[in-house]
């Protein structure tokens, strides 16, 4: 099993800031990354898929990046609206797991 | 526009079975993987596994094999996911998510089913 560690699990952060969210799997797991943001009592959404392909009407402020076992997620200018948890997921094989989640908080 | 609606919240008792039905809408269901994802109170995201509405096809994590059916009926563009043997550790929102038949991220969501095991 591919093991995903976020970290980190919590931070706070101001409106206007850029922040940034790691992603780390205990094997490869080639660019079969995606991200998702979830609020409380909401489904998640799909922001990112195939490590930093932006879905459409995702804002162009979130952006992914990495390949192998590393993985960020960049948020840039926080909006109110990005006060939420995020979530990674891998889908390397027809195994597919995500990691424990950050949570977004406002400072 | 595609949408996931799922069934209403349960409530069960230990040792009881829960069916929990997505509805797809604004697509063929046969033409994506649905996926079910569990979310326990307070907790993140537990993916269980897949199913393929064309084939009938499962793959389910070794945890859920023995309790877990996955099922459809393509005459009303539905699937089912049914947890037999209920647990106190399995009261949980369940969700359905769509992915494409070879990549598995999950572009839409159904709204999730709260489900409650109390005895």
């Known amino acids: 099993d591919i093991q995903l560690t976020q970290s980190p699990s919590t931070l706070s952060a101001s409106v206007g800031d850029t922040v940034t969210i790691t992603c780390r799997a205990s094997q490869s797991v080639g660019s079969w990354l995606a991200w998702y943001q979830q609020k409380p009592g909401r489904a998640p959404k799909l922001l990112i898929s195939?490590?930093?392909n932006l879905e459409s009407g995702v804002p162009s402020r979130f952006s992914g990046s990495g390949s192998g076992t590393e993985f960020t997620l960049t948020i840039s200018s926080l909006q109110p609206d990005d006060f939420a948890t995020y979530y990674c997921?891998?889908?390397?094989?027809?195994?597919?797991?995500f990691g424990q989640g950050s949570k977004l908080e406002i400072k | 526009q595609v949408q996931l609606v799922q069934s209403g919240a349960e409530v069960k008792k230990p040792g009881a079975s829960v069916k929990v039905s997505c509805e797809a809408s604004?697509?063929?269901?046969?033409?994506?993987?649905i996926h079910w994802v569990r979310q326990a109170p307070g907790q993140g995201l537990e993916w269980m596994g897949w199913f393929n509405p064309h084939s009938g096809g499962t793959n389910l994590v070794q945890k859920f094999q023995d309790r877990v059916a996955l099922t459809r009926d393509t005459s009303i563009n539905a699937a089912y996911m049914e947890l037999h043997r209920l647990k106190y550790d399995d009261s949980a929102v369940y969700y359905c998510?769509?992915?494409?038949?070879?990549?598995?991220?999950?572009?839409?969501w159904g709204q999730g089913t709260l489900v409650t095991v109390s005895s």
């Open positions: 998510a769509r992915s494409p038949t070879v990549v598995y991220y999950f572009d839409y």
């Open positions: 997921q891998q889908y390397n094989s027809y195994w597919c797991s």
């Open positions: 195939k490590a930093s």
């Open positions: 604004g697509y063929t269901l046969t033409d994506y993987y």
